[in-house]
């Protein structure tokens, strides 16, 4: 027994048990159908039934699924960044966080086609409640986030995962994906919340902080979609946040939302790998010696890497154009784009709702207004 066993993704000698124990399943069925609609089914039980290891099941199976995800839920994916990576070496990903599924599958079929380590990946455990989800979840080398823990034993967990990630990428040589916050962005501003990179120094021991993010070689990751294919589906906890009021999930909000996020169209999709932070946390271990400001600074600096590199489309500008009624990047955007956008929003809310209508155009218009900040040269 392993004391990460609660948490930690598949063994590769336990796949093919895994892989055995869900092909009947009408969910894994679907799958196979949506992913390869010409195969025979019999020919496809067979090819997983000799599968042993989660990168085969990765590589012979899934990938197909995310690039017929692409193709019919999307206009193409684009890369930029991961040429600066070197292919033996491990690195943690900390990443902005649009979608359940396709933030962590879209990173691994890059890092699949360029010939990279491919990454074990953080999911809270509420995403994977049924059977069938949790075993799926492990054979994506999936490992869980214990959520809705009491305090005592929310440092517990927390502690035995910050030191699976540092085992996982420092032990094992493989890298790690993990969102820069708990739960996507609902409002379009990413932010890193301290709470993860204090998660993650937990497993630092004795070892100044800037040295050991520096040993786990961050690379901050932009993801930028289009269209959010789950936009409309986040107002109602958006709303009830501005009112500050408790909002509670109905009993299928999550399965479904994974499943729009998937199917749903996203137009064109960016990802870009910033640069590994070295330089900065060695200035940062110069004009800090606190440990929250340290903190504080390293959160900085990723927020900036993922704005900076975050690539901003043209409904991000018609957005914030429509919300500030203002025409200021009219040239970033055809009239034809500005119309199919306006339709959507006709579509997917009440457009008389004032509030309603403001909180989804301030969804796409935040990245412009971070970046504005971030970069005011550039506007």
Not at 174 to 198: H, N, Y
Request: with cysteine.
């Amino acid at each position: 027994m392993s004391k990460f066993d609660e948490i930690r993704s598949f063994h590769d000698c336990e796949v093919n048990e895994a892989v055995q124990s869900i092909i009947r399943h009408p969910m894994m069925k679907a799958l196979m159908n949506f992913t390869f609609p010409d195969v025979d089914e019999k020919n496809l039980s067979e090819q997983l039934k000799n599968t042993h290891s989660i990168y085969d099941f990765q590589k012979n199976f899934i990938s197909h699924t995310i690039r017929k995800i692409l193709d019919t839920s999307s206009q193409g994916l684009t890369t930029s960044g991961f040429d600066k990576l070197d292919k033996n070496t491990s690195y943690l990903f900390v990443s902005n966080h649009r979608d359940i599924v396709l933030d962590t599958s879209l990173l691994n079929l890059v890092l699949l086609d360029k010939g990279y380590t491919m990454t074990s990946s953080a999911i809270g455990d509420n995403l994977v409640q049924q059977n069938f989800l949790h075993i799926l979840a492990k054979l994506n080398r999936n490992f869980l986030v214990q959520r809705g823990l009491s305090l005592r034993e929310q440092l517990k967990s927390s502690q035995l995962m910050s030191e699976y990630i540092f085992q996982l990428l420092t032990c094992e040589n493989r890298s790690v994906w993990i969102a820069q916050r708990e739960g996507r962005t609902k409002d379009g501003k990413d932010a890193t919340q301290q709470g993860v990179l204090k998660m993650l120094a937990m497993a630092a021991g004795n070892t100044p902080l800037p040295e050991f993010f520096k040993n786990l070689r961050i690379v901050p990751l932009s993801i930028s979609y289009e269209y959010d294919p789950t936009d409309v589906l986040k107002m109602p906890q958006l709303l009830a946040k501005q009112n500050d009021e408790v909002y509670v999930k109905s009993k299928d909000e999550d399965f479904n939302t994974m499943m729009s996020g998937v199917l749903g169209q996203k137009k064109r999709i960016h990802l870009h790998a910033g640069n590994v932070l070295n330089e900065e946390l060695n200035d940062i271990a110069v004009n800090f010696d606190n440990k929250n400001k340290q903190l504080q600074a390293i959160a900085q600096i990723i927020d900036d890497s993922v704005i900076d590199n975050y690539k901003l489309w043209p409904t991000n500008y018609i957005a914030y154009d429509l919300l500030n009624k203002t025409e200021q990047f009219s040239e970033k955007y055809t009239d034809k784009e500005k119309q199919l956008f306006e339709r959507r929003l006709e579509m997917r809310i009440n457009i008389d709702d004032e509030t309603l209508r403001n909180g989804f155009l301030s969804m796409y218009a935040n990245p412009v207004v971070s970046k504005m900040k971030l970069l005011p040269e550039s506007f």
